[in-house]
């Protein structure tokens, strides 16, 4: 079992950042698999970013490419995603999400364990 806890959420202007943090209760290197998808009002839960063991290899939704960066420190047991050049429809509760495997998948119901989310709201 683990456990997520997902932090950095926040209110800001369309074209600003926010850099949210996704701190694991156990050591998850070589273990799991993270990624972090996000829900809006009335949405089904969408894939932003996906992080292999290591980190050699990252996996990013269509409408983030370019935009956001998931990273993460095995040795902090952190995963990270910067977001940058905010826009209005990126507001929704950003989750974070864990699976044993090693293969980043892009649905919801791949990942085994889940955070409580954070609320990332943008403005126009």
């Known amino acids: 079992q683990v456990q997520l806890e997902e932090s950095g959420g926040g209110l800001v202007q369309a074209g600003g950042s926010l850099s949210l943090f996704c701190v694991a209760s156990k050591r998850t290197s070589s273990t799991y698999v993270m990624g972090w998808f996000r829900q809006a009002p009335g949405k089904e839960r969408e894939f932003v970013a996906g992080?292999?063991?290591?980190?050699?290899?990252?996996y990013y939704a269509d409408f983030v490419k370019g935009r956001f960066t998931i990273s993460r420190d095995n040795a902090q047991n952190t995963v990270y995603l910067q977001m940058n050049s905010l826009r209005p429809e990126d507001t929704a509760v950003y989750h974070c999400?864990?699976?044993?495997?090693?293969?980043?998948?892009?649905?919801?119901?791949?990942?085994?364990?889940w955070g409580q989310g954070t609320q990332v709201t943008v403005s126009s």
């Open positions: 999400a864990a699976r044993r495997t090693n293969l980043v998948l892009t649905t919801a119901a791949s990942y085994g364990y």
């Open positions: 992080i292999d063991w290591n980190g050699g290899r990252t």
